[in-house]
């Protein structure tokens, strides 16, 4: 399959791995997602399975974070999507669904191949048609997604 870095305009970067925590606060708060502290956010890289971002190449020396997503789960047969999220100038450019690829891409390679992998999100409304044209379906009604409150 393709990479799907290979999709990006020009002047975008598709890297591996994790925002920094002052990146990653920045990015959830201006994309409208909630507010995290830096402990909460100093986990996602060390509790995380993996994680893509995606970088723009400004004047300046130091290369903007427009785009992150992760996947926490047990490298087995459990995935969960977490953080999607691009920066408000750079939406509809393409670059949530490259992000969403390169998730679904990683764990295709790397989960085992004896068994299919169970691959979850919960969807806040500006995502999901970005998800539906990724295979995703609706849960419900045979399961429904619950959050302790
Ligand atoms: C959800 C989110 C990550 C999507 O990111 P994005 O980069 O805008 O996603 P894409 O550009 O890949 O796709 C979004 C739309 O842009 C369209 N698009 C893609 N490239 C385009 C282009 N070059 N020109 C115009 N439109 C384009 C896509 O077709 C898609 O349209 P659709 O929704 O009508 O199907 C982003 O909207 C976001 O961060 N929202 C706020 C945070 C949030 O709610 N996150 C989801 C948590 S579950």
């Given at each position: ?29 201006v994309a409208g997602l909630s507010a ?51 920066h408000p100038d750079h939406q509809r ?57």
């Open positions: 399959m393709a990479s799907p870095d290979n999709s990006l305009p020009e002047g975008y970067k598709l890297q591996t791995g994790y925002p920094s925590t002052s990146q990653y606060i920045h990015l959830r708060s995290k502290t830096p402990s909460q956010a100093a986990a996602v890289p060390t509790g995380s399975w993996f994680g893509c971002y995606i970088t723009f190449e400004t004047t300046k020396d130091d290369p903007q974070l427009v785009g992150m997503g992760r996947v926490i789960g047990d490298g087995g047969w459990y995935f969960h999507i977490a953080d999607m999220a691009v450019k393409g670059l949530g669904d490259v992000i969403l690829k390169g998730l679904l891409q990683h764990i295709h390679r790397e989960a085992p191949a004896d068994g299919k992998p169970y691959i979850t999100l919960f969807a806040d409304e500006p995502g999901r048609r970005l998800y539906y044209k990724n295979g995703f379906v609706d849960a419900a009604p045979g399961q429904l997604g619950m959050a302790l409150k």
